[in-house]
């Protein structure tokens, strides 16, 4: 089975956190150095600049509404965000996010166990979600295999090369 954790610093973020929001349309033409550069910048103009490769976003319900662009879960990997774990996910951004190789997990009761700065890790093949900060444990409904396959894999692109290479 395939087991992938991650462990990071928490950015807590609200409901209904859209795609216009984590990259603004008036930048998606750029191309992804440059887009990157503005993830989040209408909610926190600093963001792209602070994150640190392992991060980790901690969501409310509904994260990734909106348009169903794919550019919003890429930007979110490309500046180190280790993972998006959230109430809730609008499906497209889901998929989107699992296609591309940034994991997410859905978790009830993520957004008020965690506080921005906490520490987190989680086993996406096990649910086991941990506040390091606080020394609390959630349990969300893990990731199915064919999913873990594909995020180990680096994006489903990455695991049909892979496949297709043998």
């Given amino acids: 089975m395939t087991t992938i954790k991650v462990k990071g610093r928490v950015w807590k973020l ?12 008036k930048y ?30 901690v969501g409310g ?34 998929r989107n996010a699992i296609s591309i190789g940034l994991p997410v997990l859905i ?21 086991e979600i941990k506040n390091l900060t606080k020394g609390t444990t959630l349990k969300a409904k893990p990731l199915p295999p064919m999913m873990l396959e594909i995020l180990s894999a680096g994006g489903a692109l990455e695991l049909l090369k892979k496949k297709f290479a043998q």
């Fill in 28 to 57: 998606l033409s750029l191309p992804m150095d440059q887009l990157k550069q503005h993830v989040l910048e209408p909610i926190n103009p600093d963001f792209a600049k602070q994150v640190q490769p392992g991060d980790v976003i």
């Fill in 107 to 127: 978790c009830e009761g993520v957004s008020s166990a965690f506080d921005e700065g906490d520490v987190l890790e989680a086993d996406l093949s096990t649910g």
């Fill in 61 to 94: 319900r509904n994260f990734g509404c909106g348009s169903s662009r794919e550019q919003a879960p890429r930007a979110l990997k490309e500046v180190g965000v280790a993972a998006v774990i959230a109430e809730s996910f609008a499906r497209i951004f889901f």
């Fill in 14 to 25: 609200g409901d209904n956190i859209d795609t216009d929001v984590i990259t603004p349309g």
